[in-house]
Nanobody
Framework: QVQLVESGGGLVQAGGSLRLSCAASGRTFSGNAMGWFRQAPGKEREFVAS????????YYSDSVKGRFTVSRDNAENTAYLQLNNLKPEDTAVYYC?????????????????WGQGTQVTVSS
């Protein structure tokens, strides 16, 4: 079992930055690939970024590539999502998720454990 707690969301103006954190507990963190997803009002949850258990492989959605950076600190059992050059369309609840395996994945159904989400609101 893995417990995930996100933090770092908030209200920011367009062009601004935020850093989301996802603190994990419950089992060996480095064995779990981590992913970030988001869900805007009235829309389906969508993939944002993912990182393998060792941190050597990352994936990004086209909409955030070049602006967002996913990383992890296995010693601290924490994953991060750095959000730069934010746009109003980035407004959503952001969720971190953990797989039971090591490899990064982009599909929602590959993730077993989910955090409660943190709100990111970008004003124009």
């Amino acid at each position: 079992q893995v417990q995930l707690v996100e933090s770092g969301g908030g209200l920011v103006q367009a062009g601004g930055s935020l850093r989301l954190s996802c603190a994990a507990s419950g089992r060996t963190f480095s064995g779990n690939a981590m992913g970030w997803f988001r869900q805007a009002p009235g829309k389906e949850r969508e993939f944002v970024a993912s990182i393998s258990g060792g941190g050597g492989t990352t994936y990004y959605s086209d909409s955030v590539k070049g602006r967002f950076t996913v990383s992890r600190d296995n010693a601290e059992n924490t994953a991060y999502l750095q959000l730069n050059n934010l746009k109003p369309e980035d407004t959503a609840v952001y969720y971190c998720a953990a797989r039971s395996g090591f490899g990064a994945a982009t599909s929602f159904d590959r993730y077993v454990y989910w955090g409660q989400g943190t709100q990111v609101t970008v004003s124009s």
